[in-house]
Nanobody
């Protein structure tokens, strides 16, 4: 399973960014895709996920500012970061939960991070 993210960068406070991630998982059923983030000194946390039935979960502190969307046919997940504040500065990681066809154990997979920096 490989996850390739793009779209990070430097943006001024109040601006927006859209992160994209393509999940390559031949032979796997992808059950959930999403995004996590990590700031120095803290553990990585899931920010938003979307299931194949379109059920979304976004951490309450971000709800309303950031939105997640996905295209399971293309195995692509997006994170729209809106009204960015300096506290959103972090490395953002693409995430997928997938299970090999014919198996039952779901694995959690992370891609390489993409840096988002919000300047004040």
């Amino acid at each position: 399973v490989q996850l390739q993210a793009s779209g990070g960068g430097l943006v001024q406070a109040g601006g927006s960014l859209r992160l994209s991630c393509v999940v390559s998982a031949p032979g796997f059923k992808v059950e959930r895709m999403g995004w996590g983030r990590q700031v120095p000194g803290k553990e990585r946390e899931l920010v938003a996920t979307i299931r194949s039935d379109s059920t979304m979960n976004v951490v309450p502190s971000e709800n309303g500012r950031h939105t997640v969307s996905g295209d399971y046919a293309k195995r692509t997940v997006y994170l729209n970061l809106n009204s960015l504040i300096p506290e959103d500065t972090a490395v953002y990681f693409c995430y997928a939960a997938a299970v090999r066809y014919g198996r039952s154990n779901v694995g959690n997979y992370w891609g390489k991070g993409t840096q988002v920096t919000v300047s004040s």
